[in-house]
């Protein structure tokens, strides 16, 4: 079931009073009233008298490539399609996932499994890009990825950490949002970030000299070279200049947590990757982009999948319980999928090929409603069964999640006005 955000019957569940410009306009007063009347609106949604909590922060965990459904989220151990991992219970009944995930099968009451995802891009490029905008590539417009418009519409301009943080992958850039909201690249989270400390010999006082010095240089430049790249360049500096003298960029030092704790994660880039988003949470950047390579089995699918899922389980989990344990979870929403899934038939190399047509992601935490399945494949998996998702309802239900009214307007740089998500519609079951 959906939510038709042009039906009049249907409550407004995105007020426009938490804007930028409305904030500004009403005041302190008017944004702890509008706060107040979208917790209630949400709590209507949920059919709960006590207000449920919206999501504040959002951890996007992308596996590149293309996860197979049926070894992992989507299990058909009766069919010939199933492959050589076994089904296992969860500790919710009735929901099962593939043996490669124990340790998130203890996690399931947390987890919401989306087993009816639909896209009509099978192509990496043009599905990531989907999968990451709303929108396919034209080559005329770039559109701001989930990560920029979270960073926009959320994020404070003076916090000192940037408000989207890929990590593992550089990812595509805020298109036609300022550059600004361009995300933060993380290339590896177990070696040291490169230049957020100042060089040798340099303090502070020096440093602000140098970059004032270089703002006066640059100034005329830029006047008569307005654009993206011009802008571009100055958020560079403007981010390096806060990060550098922020006491909150610790959040990227890693050794400063338990032995143990990392051990759980993993000692690998992904794992760690997944450590750092939450401590970067603890510190209130609002979109953190953690990325697994490896995912486009088309030969050997068995064996790749099985070592991939060393990695994510006890990643996934662990961050889970974390967030749980830090009472994070409830205003953090934890997203995991790839571009598109894998197709049930095996070839003869042993792989699983594109398949655009029925496939899973799972989201967990920001107000989302755990222990559960939302859609269906056939006993083969070779077709959704009744209705299917679209990237764009997906996107308008992780919007409502983070309270953004995904029907609001954007302008590109040639003055188009673009939707944050076009004609999606909230997915009810997430919430109710």
């Known amino acids: 079931m959906l939510f038709n955000p042009r039906d009049p019957s249907v409550p407004d569940f995105h007020p426009r009073d938490l804007s930028r410009r409305k904030f500004i306009q009403v005041g302190l007063s008017g944004l702890i009233g509008a706060i107040a009347w979208k917790h209630a609106c949400f709590s209507a949604v949920a059919g709960s008298a006590k207000p449920r909590p919206l999501a504040e922060h959002c951890i996007v965990m992308f596996m590149n490539g293309g996860p197979s459904q049926l070894d992992t989220f989507d299990p058909k151990p009766n069919s010939v399609n199933g492959g050589t991992f076994k089904a296992i219970k969860t500790n919710v009944p009735d929901l099962q996932f593939a043996e490669t995930l124990p340790l998130l ?148 030092e890693l050794h400063e947590e338990p032995i143990a704790l990392r051990e759980a994660y993993g000692m690998n880039q992904f794992g760690q990757g997944c450590l750092m988003a939450r401590r970067l949470v603890e510190q209130g950047v609002k979109f953190i982009e953690v990325s697994l390579d490896g995912w486009d089995t088309h030969s050997d699918n068995f064996s790749r999948v099985g070592n991939l899922m060393n990695v994510i389980d006890p990643a996934f989990a662990t961050l889970i319980d974390d967030l749980s344990e830090r009472e994070l979870l409830d205003k953090t929403l934890v997203v995991w999928l790839g571009e598109f899934g894998r197709t049930p038939k095996i070839n003869k190399d042993e792989g699983r090929d594109h398949f655009p047509n ?23 998996g070779t077709k959704v069964l009744g209705n299917s998702i679209s990237v764009q309802d997906m996107l308008a239900s992780l919007c409502f999640a983070l309270g953004i009214d995904h029907n609001l307007e954007n302008h590109s740089r040639a003055g188009r006005p673009i939707r944050v998500v076009n004609e999606g519609n909230v997915i009810q079951p997430l919430f109710v």
């Open 358 to 380: 029925g496939w899973s992601m799972v989201l967990a935490g920001g107000g989302v409603r755990g222990g559960q399945a939302i859609g269906a494949t056939d006993k083969d």
């Open 105 to 252: 099968a203890e996690q399931a009451h947390h987890l919401t499994v989306i087993r009816s995802m639909v896209t009509q891009e099978g192509n990496h490029e043009r599905a990531r890009y989907l999968l990451h905008t709303g929108y396919a590539p034209t080559g005329v417009v770039k559109h701001p990825t989930l990560g920029s418009l979270i960073s926009h519409y959320l994020g404070n301009e003076s916090f000192e950490l940037p408000h989207c943080i890929n990590i593992n992958s550089p990812g595509y850039n805020s298109g036609f949002l300022n550059a600004a909201h361009d995300p933060f690249v993380v290339n590896n989270p177990m070696k040291p970030i490169d230049d957020i400390d100042y060089p040798a010999q340099m303090d502070a006082h020096r440093f602000q000299q140098r970059l004032q010095m270089l703002q006066n240089l640059e100034k005329d430049f830029l006047l008569d070279r307005a654009g993206r790249s011009a802008e571009a360049h100055q958020a560079v500096y403007n981010k390096a200049n806060k990060l550098i003298n922020s006491v909150r960029k610790k959040a990227f």
